[in-house]
């Protein structure tokens, strides 16, 4: 079986967007993964289709009713699904290149996506929905999020992107960012490639890319480097 990924929106024409071009598109329409958004506001039970309501307690903004999003949820993940089921939150983990990795590994996810100030907190305990979010920022709703999160997963799904070697060396696969590439021309507005690169000497380029990895590393992200 194959990677299969569903997400719950109010704007299911904005998928697959970017995650349908190049080779995540590609895979996707080689059926190397699967993708499939649910409309929420199907599940809306009045003829307005209204899916928010005010929240409780007072103050701003509106929320997704924990009703009519449980519902979508079980039609969309039955129980017995062994899919993780997401709700992309500020409030949630961080995502990381590992939880990616864990992912890519598994049947699929179902991701939820908020929208307005978030949803009932019922459902997403009741739904067992883990939190994730991709950095400390809000945005208006999930969706953007969601796309973030398959597209860091989809590519890791094998054959989506070629040779798994290609990951190996990527930055945060090994604990710290990618060493500084070049190609031709050989010299671009005056400046040179690295003299190591062009040496074709294997273990000089790997050694002078494991130390410009380090420098960058400690340089822009030294909380990579604490064990
Ligand atoms: N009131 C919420 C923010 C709501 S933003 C709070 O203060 O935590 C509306 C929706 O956008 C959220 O429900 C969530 O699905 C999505 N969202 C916003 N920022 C996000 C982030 N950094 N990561 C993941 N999802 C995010």
């Known amino acids: 079986m194959s990677f299969r990924a569903d997400v719950i929106t109010l704007f299911p024409d904005l998928f697959p967007g970017p995650l349908g071009a190049s080779v995540l598109g590609r895979g996707l329409s080689e059926g190397l993964w699967s993708l499939n958004a ?13 899916v928010d309501d005010t929240p409780a307690g007072g103050g701003a903004g509106m929320v997704l009713r924990a009703d009519i999003l ?6 969309t993940s039955p129980e017995g699904d062994p899919r993780p089921r997401l709700l992309m939150s500020p409030r949630g983990t961080p995502l990381t290149q590992k939880m990616a990795h864990d992912l890519a590994e598994g049947p699929g996810t179902v991701i939820v996506c908020g929208r307005f100030e978030g949803v009932d907190q019922r459902v997403i ?15 208006a709703g999930g969706e953007a999020a969601a796309m973030v999160l398959l ?12 040779s798994a070697e290609s990951h190996a060396d990527e930055s945060f696969e090994n604990g710290l960012l990618e060493y500084p590439h070049y190609t031709r021309p050989q010299s671009f507005e005056g400046v040179d490639i690295p003299e ?32």
Not at 38 to 50: I, V
Not at 151 to 162: D, F, K, Y
Not at 200 to 220: I, Q
Request: charged letters at 35%; a positive charge; aromatic letters at 4%.
């Open 196 to 227: 190591v690169l062009t040496s074709g000497d294997h273990a000089r380029v790997e050694k002078w890319r494991r130390a410009e990895s380090e420098k960058l590393t400690r340089r822009r992200r030294p909380d990579l480097l604490k064990p």
């Open 38 to 50: 649910t409309q929420l506001r199907d599940f809306a039970q009045d003829r307005h289709r209204s």
């Open 125 to 139: 305990d009741s739904r067992t929905l883990t939190e994730v979010s991709i950095g400390d920022y809000v945005l």
């Open 151 to 162: 597209e860091a997963v989809v590519r890791l799904i094998p054959g989506v992107l070629g």
């Open 70 to 75: 449980a519902a979508a949820i079980d039609a």
